[in-house]
């Protein structure tokens, strides 16, 4: 069985900070693929990043950066200069039927 | 870019009513999903779909639930007796492959109240 845990429930900003979302990833497999999904208050889930668990290197894309570190399980997300429209909820998700988390709210304020 | 659609995206029906929920995947894509999101909560699966026939589901995809490809577009999920529980948000996802390393190309969902 695998598991996904995403400790912070909700996380609240001032816009131009940045923000780290965390998500522990436990699972018997050896290979495996990670996901980031945002859910903005419309209520659609939107693909962010996938990562695969042999590839451990740091990526950027614009303010988005992630982190994904093997021995502990965790890849977490990081917004650089958060903005009022990142507010929503952020679900890390490990591959086999893609299990979520429970999601993080981000609330970033102006 | 071509996305998942899904139809109606609020359906409100009473308890022990049948409803069936629709959904477009996308046109090149093989594996189909139907997932829950009970407000608040977090996103489970519910039921994967290749080759006209259920691949995995989940405990919750009990007898009361099932999924039909019936004709070459359509995707739907019937709930045969709806319960006040199954209220939820319902996502249709679809993905061009099987092995959940290509992700989940989600549509809007469908807002299920059961009254």
């Known amino acids: 069985a695998q598991k996904v845990t995403q400790a912070q429930t909700e996380i609240s900003v001032v816009e131009k900070e940045d923000v780290t979302l965390d998500c522990v990833y436990e699972t018997r497999d050896t290979t495996y693929y990670l996901f980031w999904y945002k859910q903005p208050p419309s209520g659609e889930l939107v693909f962010l990043i996938r990562?695969?668990?042999?590839?451990?290197q740091n990526e950027i894309s614009g303010r988005y950066s992630w982190n994904f570190q093997k021995s502990t399980s965790s890849f977490n997300f990081t917004i650089t200069a958060s903005q009022v429209v990142d507010s929503a909820v952020y679900f890390c998700?490990?591959?086999?039927?893609?299990?979520f988390g429970s999601g993080t709210q981000l609330t970033v304020l102006p | 870019e071509p996305e998942v659609t899904q139809t109606p995206s609020h359906q409100v029906t009473q308890m022990g009513q049948e409803v069936i929920l629709r959904c477009v995947p996308i046109s090149n894509h093989l594996y189909f999903y139907w997932y829950r999101q009970i407000l608040g909560q977090k996103v489970e699966f519910l039921v994967s779909f290749y080759n006209n026939e259920i691949s995995e589901k989940s405990e919750i995809f009990d007898d009361q639930f099932s999924v039909e490809r019936p004709d070459g577009s359509n995707f739907t999920l019937k709930i045969r007796s709806t319960k006040l529980e199954d209220s939820a948000m319902y996502f249709c996802a679809s993905s061009p492959q099987g092995d959940y390393n290509s992700p989940l190309h989600f549509g809007n969902g469908t807002r299920l109240t059961v009254t």
């Open positions: 998700a490990g591959a086999r039927q893609l299990t």
């Open positions: 990562r695969n668990s042999f590839d451990e």
